[in-house]
């Protein structure tokens, strides 16, 4: 294995993991299109940032446990472990292109969302934000996203935004949250078998990167204006699925 392979994969990780470290989520939206332009399987990209999501998420731990919501936390873990199976048979049984073609359309989706999101009050109906049923298609859908693609996040962000949690119960829930389903994540990786020697080397090497990452990622999020930072974000986001989209065009 090249040692510049392992440097790339190594930048890559460092990337997703500030990005989650300093926002709370967003990790495998910035790694995996990363990963997907190295030589990679699709395989292992998954599974490295599984076990690197995890590792982000249990660094937050200690804090991320005061003011959850703690009935949504268990309907959205309820309904991702429905959804994990789903994406695992898509990752096993799908060609890598199709991987990356789904992969971009989502990041061009979720790019432009945000943008417009940000521009416009996106709100709905009290009664379905109030809704027992509504955590139950973003869990789903979150756990066909992770098992498959390590995106789990976004649709939990999304449901967030719906919900209009304040920023408290929405960081303390959705780290909670990523706990929760990183662990089933895994755990379903690792049993469908997407686990390798080259993914634990390629962990074992980036471990430093996403201490450091943790890190720099925390004294970020307490000086940087977050609303500035989301916005070029986003624009990054969209580039990427376009990059990953033409490339299979």
Do not use: C
Request: no cysteine.
């Amino acid at each position: 294995m090249p040692v510049s392979v392992i440097i790339l994969v190594v930048i890559t990780v460092f990337l997703g993991s500030l990005t989650r470290s300093t926002f709370g989520f967003g990790d495998s939206v910035i790694s995996m299109p990363l990963l997907a332009l190295l030589p990679l399987s699709i395989h292992t990209s998954v599974s490295l940032i599984g076990l690197t999501g995890l590792s982000v998420g249990l660094m937050a731990l200690f804090s991320a446990w005061k003011y959850i919501d703690r009935r949504i936390l268990i309907l959205l873990s309820i309904s991702t472990f429905v959804g994990i199976p789903i994406g695992l048979y898509l990752v096993k049984n799908m060609p890598q292109e199709r991987v990356t073609l789904i992969l971009g359309i989502f990041l061009l989706f979720y790019g432009v969302y945000s943008l417009i999101k940000q521009r416009f009050q996106l709100e709905l109906p009290k009664k379905w934000k109030e809704s027992n049923f509504l955590p139950l298609p973003f869990g789903l859908l979150s756990g066909v996203l992770g098992s498959a693609y390590n995106m789990n996040g976004i649709p939990i962000v999304i449901y967030g935004t719906f919900r209009d949690w304040e920023m408290k119960t929405f960081q303390s829930t959705l780290q909670s949250y990523f706990i929760i389903s990183s662990l089933l994540i895994v755990t379903g990786q690792a049993i469908g078998g997407l686990w390798s020697k080259e993914l634990f080397i390629f962990y074992i090497a980036s471990l430093p990167a996403i201490y450091l990452a943790h890190k720099i990622g925390n004294g970020i999020r307490q000086r940087l204006p977050v609303h500035r930072f989301e916005t070029l974000l986003f624009f990054f986001i969209i580039f990427l699925g376009m990059v990953l989209f033409l490339s299979v065009s």
